[in-house]
């Protein structure tokens, strides 16, 4: 278990960092995410850059959820809990591992899309915020704002394939 | 042929949505009734799963706080010691007469001692972790990291504004030089002010065009300067002193390169 989180830790917390902005949450994160991946780990068997992905999976998530948590109003009850929504299991077999070339790519990427685009990404993956929360955000029509996060997407995933 | 044309074709374009989480949880779940039974939608959001992948990885990176580890790695092998270690009080031979007295100073004893060795943790965890950092990134290329870290502070301020609470838009029309020019204002007293537009004409040799913020004060204000690309687009991003009057309007007039002090070129862009 030491050496996963030595492993994994660092991406883990800066995700968590980024999400939520606060050390205290980030921290609480980093603990809740080891511990499920403790508890699940007998149930599978897969490559260490697979178990990566799936443990930034599992932050994302958790972190979402506690970012819409703190974002509903007093009374408000989230009950669009994406973390509950993950399936039971282990990362899959057959997913892809990233080199750390491709994570530097897509950065690099990031950084060139057009400013819109870029806010759309971000507001949708590292604040968790719906299409519509987006537009509302940006003052940009819904229509905008949709076809602004496909392209971007699909720039990313030609970058990541390499094909461009 | 995927099993349901028309329901595919309506929701085919939802898959990039659907893997940043940015759908509605009605839509997604139709969505993802869909491509239980899509091969092709399944296949696309597989091909997209890295791109969600990397944007994890794209955040920027802090070191975990070094207690951190000792206390997740506790938390999990389930030794008797709680998550969040508080110290304990050293056993002390306590005085009958004043053993209040006794308890609090031994509780300040090991609240220094444990913050002491906590912080001496924390300084060997830390030099660890630098070195660590620090052999990492000379094999990644110390030049190409500090190049992608400039332009990503770059591109975090500019987002940093549009996603600021104290945000605050102009919108501006295209005057007579440049009916169809448009752009849009967004200032944050805190963060600054980003600056889009379109349709802007290009401009003549020697020539630029300046950004000025009206407010009450009679004198414009000058923001900064900026050139369209050759679409006639721009995205640019000011600073603005803090003290800055509240804005009232913002204006583009053109103007010898360089700038000047107050605006004296044809008004191109106005939006109060």
Same mark, same amino acid.
């Given at each position: 278990?030491? =050496?996963?989180? +030595?492993?994994?830790?660092?991406?883990?917390?800066?995700?968590?960092?980024?999400?939520?902005?606060?050390?205290?949450?980030?921290? +609480?994160?980093?603990?809740?995410?080891?511990?499920?991946?403790?508890?699940?780990?007998?149930?599978?068997?897969?490559?260490?850059?697979?178990?990566? @992905?799936? !443990?930034?999976?599992?932050?994302?998530?958790?972190?979402? +959820?506690?970012?819409? @948590?703190?974002? @509903?109003?007093?009374?408000?009850?989230?009950?669009?809990?994406? @973390?509950?929504?993950?399936?039971?299991?282990?990362?899959?077999?057959?997913?892809?591992? !990233?080199?750390? =070339?491709?994570?530097?790519?897509?950065?690099?990427?990031?950084? =060139?899309?057009?400013?819109?685009?870029?806010?759309?990404?971000?507001?949708?993956?590292?604040?968790?915020?719906?299409?519509?929360?987006?537009?509302?955000?940006?003052?940009?029509?819904?229509?905008?704002?949709?076809?602004?996060?496909?392209?971007?997407?699909?720039?990313?995933?030609?970058?990541?394939?390499?094909?461009? | 042929?995927?099993?349901?044309?028309?329901?595919?074709?309506?929701?085919?374009?939802?898959?990039?949505?659907?893997?940043?989480?940015?759908?509605?949880?009605?839509?997604?779940?139709?969505?993802?009734?869909?491509? &239980?039974?899509?091969?092709?939608?399944?296949?696309?959001? /597989?091909?997209?799963?890295? #791109?969600?992948?990397?944007?994890?990885?794209?955040?920027?990176?802090?070191?975990?706080?070094?207690?951190?580890?000792?206390?997740?790695?506790?938390?999990?092998?389930?030794?008797?010691?709680?998550?969040?270690?508080?110290? $304990?009080?050293?056993?002390?031979?306590?005085?009958? &007469?004043?053993?209040?007295?006794? &308890?609090?100073?031994?509780?300040?004893?090991?609240?220094?001692?444990?913050?002491?060795?906590?912080?001496?943790?924390? $300084?060997?965890?830390?030099?660890?972790?630098?070195?660590?950092?620090?052999?990492?990134?000379?094999?990644?290329?110390?030049?190409?990291?500090?190049?992608? /870290?400039?332009?990503?502070?770059?591109?975090?301020?500019? *987002?940093?504004?549009?996603?600021?609470?104290?945000?605050?838009?102009?919108?501006?029309?295209?005057?007579?030089?440049?009916?169809?020019?448009?752009?849009?204002? %967004?200032?944050?007293?805190?963060?600054?002010? #980003? %600056?889009?537009?379109?349709?802007?004409?290009?401009?003549?040799?020697?020539?630029?065009?300046?950004?000025?913020?009206?407010?009450?004060?009679?004198?414009?204000?000058?923001?900064?300067?900026?050139?369209?690309?050759?679409?006639?687009?721009?995205?640019?991003? %000011?600073?603005?002193?803090?003290?800055?009057?509240?804005? *009232?309007?913002?204006?583009?007039?053109?103007?010898?390169?360089?700038?000047?002090?107050?605006?004296?070129?044809?008004?191109?862009?106005?939006?109060?």
């Amino acid at each position: 278990m030491a =050496e996963l989180y +030595d492993r994994h830790a660092r991406p883990i917390y800066s995700l968590a960092m980024r999400i939520l902005g606060d050390t205290t949450e980030a921290e +609480d994160v980093v603990q809740e995410v080891f511990s499920q991946a403790w508890r699940q780990a007998s149930r599978y068997s897969a490559s260490r850059g697979a178990v990566g @992905a799936w !443990l930034l999976n599992l932050t994302r998530s958790r972190a979402i +959820d506690r970012l819409r @948590a703190r974002r @509903a109003r007093p009374g408000g009850v989230s009950d669009d809990r994406i @973390a509950e929504r993950l399936p039971d299991a282990g990362p899959p077999a057959d997913s892809q591992v !990233l080199s750390s =070339e491709q994570v530097a790519r897509v950065r690099a990427a990031l950084d =060139e899309l057009p400013l819109l685009q870029r806010a759309a990404i971000e507001l949708a993956f590292f604040e968790g915020l719906t299409h519509t929360e987006i537009a509302d955000r940006l003052e940009q029509p819904l229509g905008t704002v949709k076809t602004r996060i496909r392209l971007a997407m699909l720039k990313l995933r030609d970058v990541l394939a390499g094909t461009v | 042929m995927p099993m349901n044309a028309p329901e595919h074709n309506e929701l085919r374009e939802q898959a990039e949505l659907y893997v940043l989480g940015a759908l509605p949880p009605t839509e997604r779940d139709a969505f993802e009734t869909h491509i &239980a039974s899509c091969a092709e939608c399944a296949a696309h959001v /597989k091909a997209l799963s890295p #791109v969600t992948d990397a944007l994890a990885h794209a955040a920027p990176q802090h070191d975990p706080p070094p207690a951190l580890r000792a206390r997740v790695v506790r938390s999990i092998t389930g030794s008797p010691v709680k998550a969040a270690p508080v110290p $304990r009080p050293v056993p002390t031979r306590s005085s009958a &007469a004043l053993p209040w007295l006794a &308890a609090a100073a031994s509780l300040i004893l090991a609240a220094a001692l444990g913050t002491y060795a906590a912080n001496l943790r924390a $300084r060997i965890g830390a030099l660890e972790l630098r070195l660590q950092d620090a052999t990492e990134r000379a094999a990644a290329g110390e030049r190409q990291l500090a190049d992608v /870290k400039r332009v990503s502070v770059e591109a975090q301020s500019q *987002i940093a504004i549009l996603v600021a609470p104290d945000l605050q838009r102009i919108d501006l029309q295209g005057q007579s030089p440049a009916p169809k020019a448009s752009a849009r204002a %967004f200032w944050s007293r805190s963060r600054g002010l #980003v %600056f889009t537009a379109s349709n802007l004409p290009t401009v003549p040799p020697g020539k630029t065009y300046q950004l000025w913020v009206l407010t009450k004060q009679p004198a414009p204000i000058s923001a900064g300067l900026f050139k369209p690309d050759p679409q006639g687009r721009v995205a640019a991003m %000011f600073e603005t002193p803090p003290d800055l009057p509240q804005p *009232i309007g913002m204006a583009v007039t053109i103007e010898p390169d360089g700038g000047v002090p107050s605006p004296t070129g044809d008004k191109y862009l106005v939006g109060l």
